[in-house]
């Protein structure tokens, strides 16, 4: 398995709802304690539910309930939740005795390891009967390619687990658009699906290079593929295995699915949206003010931009430019630095205010995309959102570009933006974002933002 995705199918939720389950049976425990005993003894034992919950917590990750391929059958979850909690209580009463700790309570013990081994059941329980009964959010869009007994099939299998993934779009073998790579790139343009999975029987190696050119354009464009094969006979590069059922599944992708380190930079981006918004809120007062002084029109200029997938969002700026800037780009077309039309920027603007060139070299205008981090549009870090009019020009292999989150700041503004004035350049920096991608990265690359932003080094 590529060390990438070492947390792919990992169920990050569940790994939290259960220890806040644990957590909550040891506050029960504590309450049944004082009604029995008549005092509280709280903080004095909340080691007993540290140590229970770490134990716990990997007993499960061996037996692989955090997974979200493992297949929920209510027997399963039963023997797995009560044998993680006979190891966790045991191992718990092994501290106790080896660390003669002796004013440990065992009315306190034993109603704590009961409650949690029956509320992380109900809990499992109620999980599963509210994925029956609602479907949607958070959900992977699929675009199925097989026949119609494989995706039933298929489907059994993946609503016996976690895996979250409706399929919007279904095609059989013989579909026109499957016949060129070309008409398959404009079926994923118009359908703007997640990811595609292939279902193949394949008799020999001959007939996998079939869908390969297929897999290539979903490569390019950043859409991850799932083949899944009856028969697996072929190297695996770039790619991990992981099963469905019976099925062996191959997933080729250009985007990271380590579902643990996504969750990191959400609470990052989340996290750091908030604190941002809060502490530059006196800043943001003065730059209104600024602007409406300077000159007439709004304070925030509001385009739409491509985020992921090309989905279209509303993108927030301080404005930096006289109203009629958009009606006078035609007559400056001429003065494009970028040759090849893909972006555009002028020397010494004619359209940028007074405020707005300061705007512009403190990265001040760039602020109020913090809104759009919030809206879980935007991320801190990742590629630039291009506007609508940059992705109708685009090849087949710019498309990568977008298939991430895009964001506030990114390889691109830390390696001198203004300087660049190749599009390919642009490109290359936004895959090798794409290609490198960590949270680690990502902290770099916000440090390295601060210095360039105080140096004013590389701005528009």
Excluded at 301 to 323: D, E, L, P, T, W
Excluded at 340 to 362: N, Q, W
Aim: proline residues 3%; charged residues 20%; aromatic residues 12%.
């Amino acid at each position: 398995m590529n060390k990438r995705n070492g947390t792919a199918n990992f169920n990050i939720l569940h790994i939290l709802l259960d220890n806040a389950v644990i957590f909550c049976s040891y506050c029960i425990a504590n309450n049944i304690y004082w009604s029995v005993r008549g005092n509280l003894i709280f903080s004095e034992h909340i080691w007993i539910y540290a140590i229970f919950a770490v134990i716990f917590t990997l007993s499960m990750l061996f037996f692989r309930m955090y997974n979200i391929t493992t297949f929920f059958y209510l027997d399963r979850v039963i023997k797995r939740v009560v044998t993680s909690t006979a190891i966790a209580g045991t191992s718990l009463s092994v501290v106790v005795f080896l660390g003669k700790i002796g004013q440990t309570s065992r009315l306190l013990f034993v109603v704590f390891c009961a409650l949690s081994c029956a509320l992380v059941l109900s809990e499992r329980i109620a999980i599963r009967v509210f994925k029956k009964t609602k479907r949607g959010n958070g959900y992977s869009h699929v675009l199925f390619i097989g026949d119609d007994a494989t995706l039933k099939q298929y489907m059994g299998f993946i609503d016996k687990t976690s895996i979250k993934l409706k399929v919007d779009s279904f095609i059989t073998y013989n579909d026109p658009s499957l016949q060129s790579a070309d008409a398959f790139s404009q079926l994923l343009v118009k359908t703007s699906v997640d990811e595609v999975h292939f279902v193949f029987t394949f008799g020999s190696k001959d007939e996998m290079i079939a869908i390969q050119p297929l897999i290539e354009v979903c490569d390019s464009m950043g859409v991850t593929a799932r083949v899944i094969l009856d028969n697996l006979d072929l190297p695996v590069s770039k790619s991990y295995v992981s099963s469905i059922g019976t099925y062996p599944v191959i997933t080729y992708h250009s985007v990271s699915l380590d579902k643990l380190q996504l969750f990191v930079k959400s609470v990052m981006d989340i996290t750091g949206a908030v604190i941002g918004l809060i502490l530059l809120a006196p800043l943001f007062i003065i730059t209104a003010i600024a602007i409406k002084i300077d000159s007439p029109g709004p304070v925030f200029f509001k385009q739409k931009r491509a985020g992921i997938r090309g989905n279209v969002f509303q993108i927030y700026k301080f404005r930096s430019m006289y109203i009629d800037a958009e009606s006078r780009k035609n007559e400056l077309a001429s003065m494009n630095m970028f040759k090849d039309g893909m972006m555009f920027k002028i020397d010494h603007d004619p359209r940028i205010t007074r405020v707005g060139a300061f705007l512009r070299k403190s990265s001040i205008d760039e602020l109020p995309q913090l809104i759009n981090v919030l809206k879980r549009e935007m991320s801190l870090v990742g590629t630039r959102p291009p506007t609508l009019e940059e992705v109708k020009k685009y090849e087949l292999e710019h498309w990568r570009r977008i298939s991430i989150q895009p964001g506030i700041t990114g390889m691109w503004q830390v390696n001198g933006r203004s300087q660049i004035l190749d599009f390919n350049d642009v490109v290359k920096l936004d895959e090798k974002y794409i290609d490198e991608w960590s949270v680690l990265l990502d902290i770099k690359l916000i440090l390295m933002t601060v210095k360039v932003v105080l140096s004013t080094r590389g701005a528009f």
